[in-house]
């Protein structure tokens, strides 16, 4: 009888790690091994064309954080996570409560979530041609309702705000997803039985919907935050960085930093900082779980 139980032990341990072994390897080769390496790599000034180099200590942090365009990256990190996550969030929301009112099998869901699959690059270049400021699809539009068109791209103080645009309609598809699968999930006895109290739509959406959605919210929201905190293909298909720096963020810095001025330490240090931010959001997300009440 021990031995039989030891053995069905070991067979579920074993089983256990032959499922797990491979997805370990890769998570390690392809996440651990490079993230060691860059912070490694941040305390050296290494310039990615030689093999030699010399440990420079926090000299490449130093050096950022007295570097004012790290200082402008950094800031214009945040506003575009702040441009595109919670526009992406709220208008999510509103489309999934209307495709699932519409039914959860709808065509409308496949035409939103298309942009989603869709390749960045490819986005970006169609993109490219609709903010053309003098034969654009956008000016025109703006134009036939007798408003004044935008540089969009080519001005600095709409450059950022245009990228954000186009991230946002790029994610709202998979964000709507996320919140429609949420709301299949739901108790849909809570919603019936304050209809018949007389609760409305609006009230039945504030005092239900919405608590019942917050960690759904909070776990898009962080996916979105860190989608956007990486965000390289569209502004280097769109403004590659420009106009003057506007669209410059961390991981596009790190880029210039490390490819085209081939000082790899200071990039490296750059990206660090900002998987440093990426991990105080997630903590942030693991004490606000703590803290949440679930109805």
């Given at each position: 009888m021990g031995n039989?139980?030891?053995?069905?032990?070991w067979k579920s341990r074993f089983t256990f790690m032959l499922f797990v072994t491979p997805a370990s390897l890769f998570l390690m080769l392809f996440w651990l091994v490079p993230i060691a390496a860059a912070i490694g790599i941040s305390f050296t000034d290494w310039d990615y064309m030689t093999s030699g180099f010399q440990m420079t200590g926090w000299a490449n942090y130093q050096g950022l954080l007295k570097d004012k365009a790290f200082w402008e990256a950094l800031s214009h990190t945040l506003?575009?996570?702040?441009?595109?996550?919670?526009?992406?969030?709220v208008l999510g929301l509103i489309l999934a409560l209307l495709v699932w009112s519409a039914g959860r099998n709808t065509i409308y869901s496949l035409i939103l979530f298309s942009p989603w699959i869709t390749p960045a690059v490819a986005v970006s270049i169609v993109w490219t041609w609709i903010f053309e400021p003098d034969a654009g699809l956008a000016n025109q539009l703006l134009h036939m309702q007798g408003?004044?068109?935008?540089?969009?791209l080519h001005s600095s103080d709409t450059a950022l705000s245009s990228v954000a645009?186009?991230?946002?309609?790029?994610?709202l598809g998979y964000v709507m997803l996320l919140f429609t699968a949420a709301l299949s999930r739901m108790p849909s006895e809570l919603s019936e039985a304050a209809?018949?109290?007389?609760?409305?739509?609006?009230?039945?959406?504030?005092?239900?919907?919405?608590?019942?959605?917050?960690?759904?919210?909070?776990?898009t929201g962080i996916i979105m935050t860190a989608d956007s905190l990486r965000?390289?293909?569209?502004?280097?298909?769109?403004t590659q960085g420009g106009p003057a720096g506007s669209t410059r963020t961390l991981l596009y810095l790190?880029?210039?930093?490390?490819?085209?001025?081939?000082?790899?330490?200071?990039?490296?240090?750059a990206v660090v900082i900002l998987m440093a931010i990426g991990l105080g959001l997630s903590l942030f997300q693991i004490q606000w779980k703590k803290k949440e009440v679930y109805i």
């Open positions: 039989s139980h030891l053995y069905k032990q506003l575009f996570a702040a441009q595109t996550v919670v526009p992406v969030l408003l004044p068109g935008f540089a969009w645009l186009v991230t946002v309609w790029k994610n209809s018949v109290d007389g609760a409305g739509s609006i009230r039945r959406l504030l005092h239900i919907t919405l608590p019942l959605l917050r960690p759904t919210i909070l776990m965000a390289y293909d569209q502004i280097q298909i769109l790190y880029y210039q930093l490390g490819f085209e001025q081939f000082d790899m330490g200071r990039a490296s240090a």
